[in-house]
């Protein structure tokens, strides 16, 4: 079953040829990183302009690279939820009218799961259940991922995203956009005890999250610095607040795969590419005889390979499109 797969939900547009869920032909991506460092961060206005701009070519590209036409396609899948609205309103109406020009169904993809199955293009023999670490810019959150379209969250932030905070600390260090990789390169060297920060833990929801506290406290010892004529050690800095985010999401992560009883861990989400997370992953799962299961690094990040593969699973399930799926764009619902 060949998958043309959208995503528009941020700042970048793709697009994708997925064949029966595992196999990726093509995956294109437009990125807009460029444009929006400029700002410090994601102008929603030009980023849908820009996904209308860019999307109908990526798509023909993505056929290219493929090596077929439109007459080979069986299906579409398109992000439809949580995004950008006007990013996602883009994806979702080129898709509806492509769907409908090809006489072929629309499936529609929660961004999240497709996060998820990123790891299924990467670890072909992982299937469910497991439990699956979603970590993003905009989403932070432990799943019981118990089939390819049944999941539930076990535990999420309260507040911030773990991403979320990378850049905007990264912002105020004059780091740029995006910052995670920029702060997770300046980690290295660094002395990750040189400076305390604060680990948030939520009462009576022990697999829940914050990271609000952890953020405030950067941005203040940074600040305060500042105001002091006072050098921070950078390096140390950067170590220091990558181990407090990996501290906050390892124990929390492996209390969930305790209470499940699955002994098999994913990854998934941009934040997944950082090196000191990855690595404390991969020395708790050794330790603690776990299966680790990460996603390349391309399939880290927001990409429509990762749509085209949950799309299919959506697709045996029975899930298509109808009439109300510009409804659906404008709402996030839960991943059960």
């Known amino acids: 079953m060949n998958i043309l797969a959208i995503e528009s939900s941020c700042d970048d547009t793709a697009a994708a040829v997925v064949q029966n869920g595992r196999r990726v032909l093509s995956n294109c991506v437009s990125s807009q990183t460029a444009m929006h460092a400029i700002y410090g961060g994601v102008v929603p206005e030009l980023a849908s302009r820009t996904h209308i701009e860019t999307i109908s070519s990526l798509c023909s590209q993505a056929l290219t690279q493929a090596g077929m036409e439109t007459a080979d396609l069986d299906a579409l899948a398109v992000t439809y939820a949580p995004g950008l609205i006007g990013a996602v309103l883009v994806g979702v109406n080129f898709a509806k009218g492509a769907a409908l020009a090809l006489d072929v169904p629309l499936i529609p993809v929660h961004h999240v799961r497709g996060h998820i199955a990123a790891n299924y293009i990467t670890h072909p023999e992982l299937e469910p259940p497991f439990v699956c670490l979603c970590v993003s810019g905009g989403t932070t959150a432990i799943v019981d991922v118990r089939g390819y379209t049944d999941m539930s969250v076990l535990g999420g932030t309260r507040d911030d995203a773990a991403g979320e905070c990378f850049d905007k600390v990264a912002r105020v260090l004059g780091l740029g956009y995006p910052g995670g990789g920029a702060l997770d390169r300046l980690s ?23 990271f609000s506290g952890l953020k405030t406290a950067s941005l203040n010892l940074i600040h ?19 181990r407090a985010v990996s501290d906050a999401l390892v124990p929390r992560t492996l209390e969930a795969i305790r209470r499940t009883g699955y002994g098999r861990l994913a990854v998934a989400g941009g934040v997944a590419a950082n090196r000191r997370i990855r690595a404390d992953l991969q020395r708790s799962c050794t330790e603690n005889g776990i299966a680790l299961y990460l996603p ?20 045996l399930s029975g899930h298509r499109a109808g009439p109300e799926l510009n409804s659906y764009a404008t709402r996030d619902i839960s991943l059960g």
């Not at 610095?225 to 950067?238: D, I, R, T, V």
């Not at 390349?296 to 697709?315: F, H, K, P, S």
């Open 188 to 210: 290295e060297g660094g002395d990750d005890s040189r400076y305390s920060l604060p680990l948030a833990h939520v009462q009576g929801a022990e697999l829940d999250l914050s």
């Open 224 to 242: 305060n610095a500042q105001q002091k004529g006072e050098n921070l050690e950078l390096p140390s800095f950067a170590a220091s607040f990558s």
């Open 296 to 315: 390349e690094l391309r399939y880290c990040g927001d990409n429509a390979a990762m749509i085209g593969c949950q799309g299919y699973y959506e697709y």
